[in-house]
């Protein structure tokens, strides 16, 4: 099981559309998690941090699933400009020197 | 958007040669990390700094070294390139390197080296 795991997509979903990622991580002791969105040829920006009790930032909601060892992100509305490549972040050590990447889970959002 | 600078964005060049890349920031912040993105990969970390000429090595630092002379610069450097390291770098900076501390990124260089 690789340590981080992604769908990949495409999600092809209309504008105003809830869309939803899960990212499962193998390391039950992992200790922080953060989604970060990616526009194509463009760096890692951060969208949230995910806590355990979950945390909502406007439209988007993280959500931490110890037991069954996933995070979730949910959009609300989607606008055209949430089409971007969504990267899961799991932190396994405590320290940023260890955090571990997704590969992304790539959204399109139509019109 | 925080502080960050990478120079060059692009960068052509031939196997053998020598490549420094540099990552400015401004936002004062002691740790700094050097990033690879390659297709199939998720960001893998080459090396990182905690403080002034305070590096280490992290999971795929074969054939690259860093500096860190200055808090604001961190340096990667090539010593001499193959075509396996064409990629795109990202330098990332953090206030703290401990849990829900995030990351963030400047915009890149890409290295295509032929």
């Known amino acids: 099981r690789k340590e981080v795991e992604q769908d990949p997509g495409p999600f092809n979903v209309p504008e105003g559309a809830t869309v939803a990622f899960n990212c499962t991580y193998s390391?039950?002791?992992?200790?922080?998690f953060f989604w970060y969105r990616q526009d194509c040829r463009k760096e890692p920006k951060l969208l949230m941090s995910?806590?355990?009790?979950?945390n909502e930032d406007g439209r988007f909601t993280a959500q931490l699933n110890r037991a069954s060892q996933y995070i979730s992100l949910l959009i609300r509305d989607s606008k055209l400009s949430d089409s971007a490549t969504y990267l899961c972040?799991?932190?396994?050590?405590?320290?940023?020197?260890?955090?571990?990447w997704g590969l992304g889970t790539s959204l399109a959002v139509n019109p | 958007d925080a502080g960050i600078t990478q120079s060059p964005r692009h960068k052509v060049t031939e196997t053998g040669t020598p490549v420094t890349l540099r990552c400015h920031q401004t936002?004062?912040?002691?740790?700094m990390y050097w990033y690879r993105q390659d297709p199939g990969h998720g960001l893998r970390l080459i090396h990182y700094?905690?403080?002034?000429?305070?590096?280490d090595k992290g999971e795929v630092s074969d054939g690259y070294s860093v500096s860190r002379s200055k808090t604001e610069d961190f340096l990667l450097t090539l010593e001499s390139a193959t075509s396996s390291q064409t990629s795109v770098y990202f330098c990332?900076?953090?206030?703290?390197?401990?849990?829900?501390?995030?990351?963030?990124f400047g915009d890149g260089t890409r290295l295509s080296i032929l």
């Open positions: 990332a900076i953090s206030e703290r390197d401990t849990n829900n501390q995030p990351q963030h």
């Open positions: 936002e004062n912040h002691r740790y």
């Open positions: 700094s905690y403080g002034v000429k305070d590096t």
């Open positions: 390391n039950s002791a992992s200790q922080s």
């Open positions: 995910v806590y355990s009790s979950g």
């Open positions: 972040v799991v932190n396994p050590a405590g320290n940023n020197r260890k955090l571990i």
